[in-house]
């Protein structure tokens, strides 16, 4: 156990749906991070919050969206969603604003799939 | 942009024999680097790391060397096991206020018995 949780663990939802997936980090931590993985591609970096504020955004779609609470779980909103969303989410977290030496820690991920 | 890559999907190797995943690398400002872990139906776990001052860093049966030169690292594994069997992700990250990770694509080592 990382952890990092993430919620749920599996996910199947129709075209043109929107689902939320939810992650809380390790205790202490302050950064998350979202990232995808699609078929045989590698992480894709998609947002990073830091204590409540986002800090930086990657290839995220305009009909995604995030946000961190006060708790500093993080939440990851898809919406109108396409066949070609269908991946894994990982959130990760760091005790910093951005990586330490060992990098981030990762939550086990979301399974997202879109039919 | 791949800014990290991974140029080889697959690696399989005998067990007890070295293990070498490749990963080379095209932004100048990258000055960290990290590999990591992955087995099936788990996150990424930290495996290794070494900052771009220098060029070899060890950690039991696993050395990263770093040429940077060539912006290319190279993970090797002596003796394979088994269990190593996973997918290798090559990382790298800029000083900068964010710090973000850069990952490549993936390498999945299967070590035969």
């Known amino acids: 156990d990382s952890g990092v949780t993430q919620t749920p663990k599996h996910l199947i939802t129709a075209t043109g749906q929107r689902v939320t997936l939810r992650c809380s980090p390790r205790?202490?931590?302050?950064?998350v991070y979202w990232y995808q993985q699609s078929l045989d591609q590698g992480l894709q970096f998609l947002i990073q919050y830091y204590n409540g504020e986002e800090r930086a955004k990657g290839n995220i779609l305009e009909r995604f969206s995030a946000q961190q609470f006060p708790d500093l779980h993080s939440e990851l909103n898809l919406s109108s969603l396409e066949l070609g969303d269908s991946a894994l989410y990982f959130c990760?977290?760091?005790?910093?604003?951005?990586?330490?030496?060992?990098?981030?820690?990762f939550g086990s991920g979301t399974r997202l799939t879109v039919v | 942009d791949q800014q990290v890559k991974q140029n080889s999907p697959s690696l399989s190797v005998q067990e007890g024999r070295i293990s070498i995943l490749n990963c080379d690398y095209t932004?100048?400002?990258?000055?960290?680097f990290l590999w990591y872990k992955k087995y099936p139906a788990e996150g990424p776990t930290f495996l290794i790391s070494i900052s771009s001052i220098k060029d070899k860093n060890e950690d039991g049966r696993f050395t990263v060397f770093l040429n940077k030169s060539a912006k290319h690292l190279s993970l090797h594994i002596v003796p394979s096991q088994p269990g190593d069997s996973a997918v290798y992700f090559c990382?790298?990250?800029?000083?900068?206020?964010?710090?973000?990770?850069?990952f490549g694509s993936g390498t999945q080592l299967t070590v035969l018995p």
């Open positions: 932004n100048s400002m990258f000055d960290y």
């Open positions: 990382a790298a990250s800029a000083q900068g206020s964010a710090r973000q990770l850069t």
């Open positions: 990760a977290s760091s005790p910093q604003r951005g990586a330490t030496p060992s990098g981030y820690t």
């Open positions: 205790s202490g931590d302050l950064s």
